[in-house]
């Protein structure tokens, strides 16, 4: 038998006690086993299993047969139209299918999804459909800023967040971590600047300032990460 020449596989920023910061709109599309689907692997703990956090783009036409994920689906459609057998999901949708929920995702039109897969909390199985566009947003802790809780379980929780321009907030800290995810606009901390498209992870016990000139849009997890 010839030795394979495929090298091994190296997770991808699972180390969370290291903080990443990766600008998506700079990087490449890379196909997945699937026709029609790309990715781009933000965090991955194997080469198609494990815990994994990833952007991925559906082309248009784009039809799976029906899988199920051994601890759960996290999906936020960026843009375009997500679809499975259950119902249709335009951009600003929020799912949740819990740990071996199976279904038969496709795209008709083509779409975009953040995507986090295998990482619900023990005990977590409530499904969500949330259209964030019809949701009730809320006022935040600190002036210029709106909240939309989207979901919690013990200590993890997952809202958008929108800061108004101008807006600083008073230094944050994040006992159990912090990631987030930029949907419009951009804001900037002591560390650096982040646009649209930019993925931020933070490890538990992580802090800064955070504030924006022009306003932003953020999906925002924290709560989640151990090391």
């Not at 619900?120 to 199985?125: A, Q, V």
């Not at 002591?190 to 924006?212: I, N």
Request: aromatic letters at 12%; a negative charge.
């Amino acid at each position: 038998m010839r030795p394979s020449s495929e090298a091994p596989f190296e997770p991808i920023n699972m180390k969370r006690d290291k903080r990443v910061v990766i600008n998506t709109q700079a990087q490449h599309w890379m196909a997945s086993p699937a026709a029609g689907v790309w990715r781009i692997p933000l965090e991955r703990e194997a080469k198609e299993s494990g815990e994994v956090t990833s952007l991925v783009r559906y082309e248009p036409n784009t039809h799976f047969s029906a899988h199920y994920h051994p601890n759960g689906e996290e999906i936020f459609v960026v843009s375009g139209i997500f679809q499975d057998e259950f119902g249709h999901y335009p951009a600003g949708t929020y799912i949740r299918n819990p740990a071996k929920t199976r279904h038969a995702p496709a795209s008709d039109s083509g779409c975009t999804l953040y995507v986090k897969l295998n990482m619900f909390p023990e005990g977590d199985r409530e499904p969500l459909r949330i259209d964030t566009h019809n949701a009730r947003w809320q006022p935040g802790h600190y002036p210029g800023q709106s909240v939309l809780p989207l979901h919690g379980f013990g200590s993890d929780r997952t809202v958008i967040m929108q800061w108004h321009a101008g807006s600083t907030l008073p230094p944050q800290s994040y006992d159990g971590g912090l990631e987030v995810y930029i949907l419009a606009g951009s804001f900037y901390d002591e560390w650096g600047e982040y646009g649209e498209g930019f993925w931020l992870r933070t490890p538990p016990g992580s802090s800064h300032q955070p504030a924006t000139k022009d306003g932003c849009l953020l999906l925002v997890k924290t709560g989640h990460i151990t090391q």
